[in-house]
C-alpha cells in the first residue's frame, strides 16, 4: 500500500481525532504486507502502531530530523517481513543534510527506503518511499533524478517497490517519464487486475472516477502485479485521509 496519510491535525472537520478510526478500520481490513506512508507525524505514527495491536512495526526519521516533521515512515507486518537495512535520504543537491532543501521547493522532501527479508521465504527486497514537493516542477523533476542515481546504489539483484505521492498525473509528467524510462513499472498499468480509477487526493470532497493518480507504486523489472486497487474505505461517511490509499499484489522474482 502508499497512502499519504495526511498529517495530524485538530481542526474539525476531519481532525485526526475524528479519521482514526477509519484509518484503524482500513489497515486492519486490508492488513497490507508492507505500508509506505506519507506525511505522517511522530505520534500519529505512533497511534496507527498501537491500533494495529502492534503487529507492525515502522522505519523512519522526520524530514527535519528525529522526531521533527513529517515522515516516510514505512510500516511492515512483523509476523512476515524483516528489516535487514534501511536508510533515509534528502531530495536536495546535498542528500546526506538532514533537512536540506537547495532546489526552491516549498518544504524538505525525503526518502526512506527499507531492504525486507521475507520471513516465509527468505527471499529480499527493497521498498523505496518518498513524497515530492507540490508546487515546484524543478524540485520534482530533480527529485526523480535523485531518486534513479540512488536506486543505482542498491543491490541489483533484489526486486524493488517504489511507494509514493509524487504529486502529478501518471503519464502526464517529465517525474513519471524519468522513473519509468529508468526501467520501473507502473503497477497499475501492468496489473493483471485492477479496480475502478479514482482521482487518488480528493481533499474530503466527491470522489472522481478517471481522475489524477498522483500516488503510484511502481516496481523494478521481473516483478508481477496480480491487482491493484484506489482503496476508497470510508466509515460512516469520515475518510481516513484526503488521499485514496492505492494497494497492488505483488509477486516477487
Known sequence: MSFNLRHAGDK???????????????????RPAVIGTQEGLFQQLSDIEADLDRRYAWIGTGRS??????FMA???DTGRLAPVEYEHYWLSDTPDVIGSNTWGGSSIRMVTWV????????GEFYVVNTHLDVSSRLARTRSAELIVRRLGDLDRSLPVVL?????VPAHADPVYDTLLGAGLADSWDSAERRGTVYATFHGYGPLVPDGDRIDWILTSPGVRTLSAEID???LGGQFPSDHLPVRARLALP
Open 65 to 70: 530530523g528525529g522526531s521533527r516533521g513529517e
Open 163 to 167: 511507494t509514493g505521492d509524487f504529486n
Open 74 to 76: 514505512v510500516f511492515y
Open 232 to 234: 476508497t474505505f470510508s
Open 12 to 30: 474539525r472537520p476531519n481532525s485526526w481525532a475524528e479519521r482514526r478510526p477509519a484509518m484503524a478500520e482500513l489497515l486492519r481490513a486490508t
Open 115 to 122: 531492504r525486507l527479508r521475507d520471513l516465509w521465504t527468505g
